[in-house]
């Protein structure tokens, strides 16, 4: 490759997930966060109150490790630990309103990130890509390599656990 007009999608999509990533966290010191953290935050927001166990399965990591990623994530106030109602011995974790007002500057910059990818970009043009995103997602999941296995189990075989996959 002399330039990269002539680099492969591969890499080209290779360098725009480094550069996204490298753009994100960026973003997110300034929130105290790092992408694992970001992912909890939007885990918590979507499922409500989960055990630190369920969370640690949703995110693809232990529980220990889950443990001092929380302990960070309560000393910054974006969570609550509650006892649950059934049985007390169990600790649900569910974001503050100090979390909940992370969520919109999360989401705020997630919007910020799209302006810079999507600028010069027409509506039509940013759905279609998309839409072939979804379809080249689609692909890798049916090939032979991830053929009968789910999205989490494949990212914990494959790279950072799921928070981090900002």
Known sequence: MKNIDEA?????MHQLMHLSRYHAVRRMENLNLNPSQAGILFILNSHG???QRQLAEKIGITPPSMTVTLRKLEELGYIRKEPDECDQRILRICLSEAGQDCIGRLESVM???EKILYQGFTLEERL??????????????????FKGMDFKSILRKTGPPMGQAF
């Open 128 to 145: 279609l890509f998309r839409r072939l995103l979804l379809a080249m997602r689609e692909n890798m999941l049916e090939s032979k390599d």
């Open 111 to 113: 919007e910020e990130m």
């Open 49 to 51: 109150r989960l055990s």
């Open 8 to 12: 492969s999608a591969f890499i080209l």
